[in-house]
């Protein structure tokens, strides 16, 4: 063994309020539509890089489990890139865990990617800057362009890189995460959003409409307006679901307990309890809200029959991440 230089980051999953659903270039990974999402401090990745020039090729392990195939070809096409850019030919292991279930719909792409992307550029001593970062780690997955930020964050269609639009303590409301069943989704994101894009008859409209959602949510983060956020958030989810089902073959992540959650959050805000939902592509809802309305919400949703589990989220930072003294590794 030959190290070279190691490096970790922390990095929070992101959910978008109004979602990004369908690429205007597939080569580049450019989205089609706005969207604007919420770092969350609930679900994290923790990615460590060990750069070792007796390799012959990149290792990777998410949660101990050894990745192979189109996965570690994603891992290293993005390594490749900063190879490039700092003149290496050293290879890399890649060890990631998360805090929450992986390839779900709960975003561990999204936070998986920027990991990668902040801790290879501490190892490789690339010196991107975030802005660059944000691009590089669109590429793999455009969600992760949002989890190098912090707070409330904005990814325009056709940008290459996501920026901040508000800081977390600016409106710091709290999602719940509503898990509906246990195990991965039988149809990825990057499947799913192509399918739609080429056979749906929904996905113009969608793609029409979505950018009045997001300058109404982003409206909404500014003058702290939960019940207009909310109700932008609601009908982006709806109108990127619509889109998919009118998809050859449909696209349907729904289960029975997504539909009774959805309903019990209806029934708590009839109640006069201000709680909005989402999902995004996975069967799993989520729910944001006003910290003060949590606890009650939160036993309401673990008593709607085939929940599975709720994690609580606030509003999460940015990247942190440091090189790893190579006597540590
Ligand atoms: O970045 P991807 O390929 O994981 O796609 C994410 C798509 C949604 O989660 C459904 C919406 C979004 O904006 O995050």
Redesign the pocket.
């Known amino acids: 063994m030959a190290r070279v230089a190691a490096a970790q980051s922390t990095v929070c999953a ?3 309020l ?4 369908g690429k205007a270039d597939t080569v580049n990974n450019l ?1 089609a539509v706005p ?1 604007l ?1 919420i770092t969350l401090d609930g679900l994290v990745t923790n990615t460590r890089i060990v750069l070792d020039d007796a390799l012959e090729q990149d290792q990777a392990r998410l949660s101990g489990e050894t990745v192979t195939g189109k996965p570690l070809l994603r891992i290293s096409t993005m390594l490749d890139r900063f190879r490039q850019r700092t003149g290496s030919n050293v290879y890399a292991v890649v060890e990631s865990e998360n805090s929450f279930p992986t390839a779900a ?1 709960l ?1 561990s ?2 936070s998986g990617f920027a990991a990668l992307a902040t801790a290879a550029n501490e190892a490789f001593g690339a010196s991107l800057n975030q802005g660059e970062l944000s691009a590089w780690a669109r590429r793999a ?4 362009a ?1 989890s190098l930020f912090g707070g409330y964050v904005e ?1 325009l269609a056709g940008s290459e890189s996501a920026s901040q639009v508000a800081e977390a303590a600016h409106f710091p409301l709290r999602l719940l995460v509503v898990v509906t069943r246990r195990g991965a989704k039988d149809t ?3 499947e799913a ?1 192509e399918r739609t894009r080429l056979t749906s008859p929904y996905y113009g409209p969608w793609v029409e409409h979505a950018p009045k959602l997001f300058e109404q949510g982003k409206r909404a983060v500014h003058e702290r307006d939960l019940a207009a956020l909310g109700a932008a958030m609601e009908q982006s989810t709806l109108l ?1 679901h619509a889109s998919m089902f009118g998809a050859v073959p449909p696209v349907i992540y729904f289960e029975p307990a997504t539909l009774s959650v959805i309903a019990r959050v209806r029934e708590l805000r009839a109640s006069g309890i201000p709680a909005y939902f989402t ?3 996975g069967p799993h809802v989520k729910v944001l809200l006003e910290p003060g309305s949590e606890a009650v919400v939160h036993q309401a949703l673990l008593d709607v029959p085939g929940v599975v589990e709720v994690r609580a989220c606030g509003l999460g930072p940015g990247p942190r991440t440091q090189t790893i003294p190579l006597a540590e590794t």
Do not use: Q
């Open positions: 992101n959910i978008a109004c979602k990004y659903w989205p969207s999402s719909g975003a792409s999204a997955s455009a969600s992760a949002r990814l990825g994101s990057t959003m990127m999902m995004d592509a």
